[in-house]
């Protein structure tokens, strides 16, 4: 079990710029999970596929927003014309099986916009 | 809809005091509850889990019981350690349908001094 890594850790970007970020879930797990998380707060839900479907976006993902996870393994979140209100941590999770089995996290990713 | 509130932190104690962190939520049914633990500059690692009513998660020393009656999922350790210091939240699954979604509390900050 190599955990859920996420790449970049840390990116900084000029307002406007476009942005991905790549999630690699624990290899057996077939579901995957997007929140954004901003200082103070706790996580909140972005999206979610179930293998290569993506099931859910929340009304938090605007269109600037996309999320794909082709072949149901890694998956990307896309930031289009970034805005400041977009700096956040980006964390992405994995889980096995059914509903209400615990999803494990990677360190995320921290997006600062200039 | 589902809401878990935690009390406010931050909170402050020497090592080898009693922890307790207090999470209650609002949820249509008994969903499952977890606590999660975030150390600085990670991402969410789960610490423990409960099922179902009555049911006791523990891990590391940290203990919390599922208390339908009160609607309270209380986090407790006996004896902190400076390596305890994080940002805990109190989390259950969306209900309603879509119970992969994780309700995250906005966290509680504990700094243990030696």
């Known amino acids: 079990d190599t955990g859920v890594s996420q790449d970049p850790r840390h990116k900084i970007t000029k307002r406007g710029q476009n942005v991905t970020f790549r999630c690699d879930p624990i290899?057996?797990?077939?579901?995957l999970y997007w929140y954004r998380q901003t200082l103070g707060q706790g996580p909140e839900f972005l999206t979610y596929?179930?293998?290569?479907?993506?099931?859910?976006k929340s009304r938090l993902l605007s269109d600037r927003f996309s999320a794909e996870r082709p072949k149901g393994s890694f998956s990307t979140l896309e930031i289009q014309r970034t805005e400041q209100g977009d700096s956040a941590m980006y964390l992405c999770?994995?889980?096995?099986?059914?509903?209400?089995?615990?999803?494990?996290f990677g360190d995320g990713t921290r997006l600062s916009i200039l | 809809g589902d809401s878990v509130t935690q009390m406010e932190g931050p909170v402050t104690l020497s090592e080898e005091a009693f922890l307790t962190i207090n999470c209650t939520y609002t949820?249509?049914?008994?969903?499952?509850l977890f606590w999660y633990v975030q150390y600085p500059g990670e991402g969410l690692q789960l610490l423990l889990k409960?099922?179902?009513?009555?049911d006791k998660g523990s891990n590391k020393g940290f203990e919390a019981t599922y208390r339908k009656e009160t609607t309270s999922f209380h986090l407790e350790k006996g004896s902190v350690q400076v390596s305890d210091s994080a940002v805990y939240f109190c989390?259950?699954?969306?209900?309603?349908?879509?119970?992969?979604?994780?309700?995250f509390g906005k966290g509680t900050l504990l700094t243990v001094n030696p």
């Open positions: 999770a994995s889980s096995f099986g059914g509903d209400n089995q615990p999803q494990h």
């Open positions: 290899s057996e797990h077939n579901r």
């Open positions: 596929f179930q293998n290569e479907a993506q099931l859910e």
């Open positions: 949820a249509t049914g008994y969903p499952s």
């Open positions: 409960a099922t179902k009513a009555d």
């Open positions: 989390a259950l699954p969306h209900s309603g349908g879509s119970n992969y979604k994780l309700t």
